[in-house]
């Protein structure tokens, strides 16, 4: 069945360390997204990509940075420059808005929970 | 103010009880969407709309675009709908959402 792949589900990060999440998929959607998400919040926009090899930052993208080689892969990496990694973090997908896939809801993975020790 | 409030922020309610869930946005929007996330927090789409109403099963969702008010009504509940039920809003340019910060629903049997 197609869908969208997150690892690791748990994640550990020593301090002043870089860690990449891994988001995969195979609904041959254009769009990718990572969201974060913390506690009594609703979810934030990181970085988001609408087509290979090109993303956007999104409302919270200091320290945290993508790259989007393949359509199927958007991995996040967080950085040592983020300074309060700890959260959740879920990744999605979506068709373009265009065409006749245009009005699908974005499909979510099942996120990687990411703490600091 | 976020651009997406929902309420209630917690709900608390014995099997098969009615259930209204309630999502107010302030921006022009060209969907909403209604989303659920289980414990382990993996979400699952539930609804889009962009006007009137749509039902799956016990679940029905309704928008009221003039007033920028959606509701999610979950019938004859079940302790297995328990779960946060997140209410988003896409804009009329892109395909960005904008997320409410979620209702904790909690059925009890």
């Known amino acids: 069945d197609g869908g969208i792949t997150q690892s690791p589900k748990y994640l550990f990060r020593k301090e002043g360390q870089n860690v990449t999440l891994s988001c995969e998929q195979n609904?041959?959607?254009?769009?990718m997204y990572w969201y974060r998400q913390d506690p009594g919040q609703g979810l934030r926009l990181i970085y988001y990509s609408q087509i290979v090899n090109d993303f956007q930052k999104g409302d919270i993208a200091e320290g945290y940075s993508v790259s989007r080689e393949k359509k199927e892969s958007f991995p996040l990496t967080v950085t040592s420059a983020q300074k309060n990694p700890t959260a959740f973090y879920l990744c999605?997908?979506?068709?373009?808005?265009?065409?006749?896939?245009?009005?699908?809801?974005?499909?979510f993975g099942d996120g990687t929970r990411l703490s600091i020790l | 103010k976020n651009e997406v409030e929902q309420s209630p922020q917690n709900l608390t309610a014995q099997e098969g009880e009615f259930i209204t869930i309630n999502c107010s946005y302030s921006v022009g929007i060209s969907a909403l969407h209604w989303l659920q996330q289980h414990p382990g927090g993996g979400i699952v789409s539930l609804f889009m709309l962009s006007s009137g109403k749509k039902k799956h099963g016990r679940l029905i969702a309704t928008i009221n675009i003039q007033e920028k008010h959606s509701s999610l009504h979950i019938t004859a509940s079940h302790p297995r709908d328990s779960a946060v039920y997140i209410c988003a809003v896409r804009g009329t340019s892109g395909s960005r959402l904008t997320f409410g910060e979620g209702t904790q629903l909690t059925v009890n049997p």
């Open positions: 609904l041959n959607h254009d769009a």
């Open positions: 999605a997908s979506s068709p373009p808005r265009g065409g006749a896939l245009g009005n699908q809801p974005q499909h």
